[in-house]
């Protein structure tokens, strides 16, 4: 096994966009562990003094803000061996945070409430990575549990450059509070070497995420990037150490949830080896849906399942 560390600097960074056209910043030997440093958020996101800031941050903000919005991704990662068909096994071994602060953002035609404030409204969130807590502004201190809003492969080739706005097949912007350090994310792979990026620090959000921000912040991952060639996925989906996740992202959460629903029926199938009635019975009496997010245009649905329930004892 190799190891490598990836820096956040204006050479690995891209803003904004996901693009099957664009170059990695490093190749890796399939199972290879690699750090990844990321930053998050454009100069109207900066805290005052006191504080500290990533200097590649503001190397970023310097170099230019893209005319689009969008997240800052650090990326991407090449891994040998990996073709369109494949499948791309991310394990999540460790998150931490890179800064002492995290900020949070609500304003007018944003969020899961878009009329409802008219108002822009931008918080500094103090971050203590010792004690494991943020400080909100009326004094209530909120547990970490930090994670990647943002992890993707390449999309289809022919989809050119899109937004990391919208979670789609690729992964992206899935904002899953469950993709915690210890979790495993699975995305089809599109194009040759696969392509991760990430981004999108978040150190503590809620399921839904619903002013349209977390406590954005920058997060330094270390991940086991693995190809499998024997697995069929033609969607995202996860695990954790207790439970099996399903996903589904589109415009319309009924969509979500027929998306999220039907591919945990075939993962209960398949391996607990009973009918797709049966699966479907077990799903309505055992399975938790949960909203992932409201915010990102195309909303987001996960469906999880207790692994004691259905893998062979």
Same mark, same amino acid.
């Given at each position: 096994m190799t190891?490598?560390?990836?820096?956040?600097?204006?050479?690995?960074?891209?803003?904004?966009?996901?693009?099957?056209?664009?170059?990695?910043?490093?190749?890796?030997? +399939?199972? +290879?562990?690699?750090?990844?440093?990321?930053? +998050?958020?454009?100069?109207?996101?900066?805290?005052?003094?006191?504080?500290?800031?990533?200097?590649?941050?503001?190397?970023?903000?310097?170099?230019?803000?893209?005319?689009?919005?969008?997240?800052?991704?650090?990326?991407?990662?090449?891994?040998?061996?990996?073709?369109?068909?494949?499948?791309?096994?991310?394990?999540?071994?460790?998150?931490s945070l890179r800064q002492d602060w995290g900020f949070n953002y609500l304003g007018p035609l944003k969020?899961?409430?878009?009329?409802?404030?008219?108002?822009?409204?931008?918080?500094?969130?103090?971050?203590d990575a010792k004690r494991g807590v943020a400080t909100l502004p009326w004094g209530l201190e909120l547990d970490l549990a930090p994670f990647f809003g943002v992890m993707g492969v390449a999309p289809p080739p022919t989809w050119g450059r899109i937004s990391t706005i919208e979670p789609r097949v690729h992964g992206g912007n899935i904002d899953n509070k469950e993709l915690v350090a210890g979790t495993t994310l699975y995305l089809?792979?599109?194009?040759?070497?696969?392509?991760?990026?990430?981004?999108?620090?978040?150190?503590?959000?809620?399921?839904?995420?619903?002013?349209?921000?977390?406590i954005e912040t920058a997060l330094q991952g270390k991940f086991r990037l693995t190809v499998l060639k024997n697995k069929e996925l033609t969607y995202p989906q996860a695990e954790t150490k207790t439970h099996y996740i399903t996903m589904g992202m589109a415009a319309d959460l009924e969509r979500c949830v027929e998306r999220a629903l039907r591919d945990m029926?075939?993962?209960?199938?398949?391996?607990?080896?009973?009918?797709?009635?049966?699966?479907?019975?077990?799903?309505?009496?055992?399975?938790?849906?949960?909203?992932?997010?409201?915010?990102?245009?195309?909303?987001?649905?996960?469906?999880?399942m207790a692994k004691n329930l259905i893998d062979a004892r």
């Open positions: 190891y490598q560390a990836l820096s956040a600097s204006l050479e690995t960074c891209h803003w904004g966009f996901f693009d099957a056209t664009l170059a990695p910043v490093v190749t890796i030997a +399939s199972g +290879s562990e690699i750090t990844i440093d990321t930053i +998050s958020g454009g100069p109207q996101n900066l805290p005052g003094e006191g504080f500290h800031i990533p200097p590649e941050l503001l190397d970023l903000h310097a170099a230019g803000v893209p005319a689009m919005p969008g997240h800052i991704l650090t990326g991407p990662v090449a891994v040998e061996g990996a073709l369109p068909g494949d499948v791309l096994q991310v394990d999540i071994l460790d998150v969020g899961t409430l878009p009329d409802d404030f008219p108002n822009h409204h931008h918080t500094i969130i103090p971050l089809p792979v599109f194009a040759e070497g696969a392509l991760f990026s990430c981004g999108d620090g978040h150190g503590a959000q809620g399921d839904g995420e619903v002013c349209v921000t977390a029926i075939d993962l209960v199938s398949e391996r607990a080896g009973i009918s797709r009635e049966e699966a479907y019975m077990l799903c309505s009496l055992a399975g938790d849906l949960r909203i992932t997010q409201t915010v990102n245009r195309e909303k987001g649905v996960h469906m999880m």
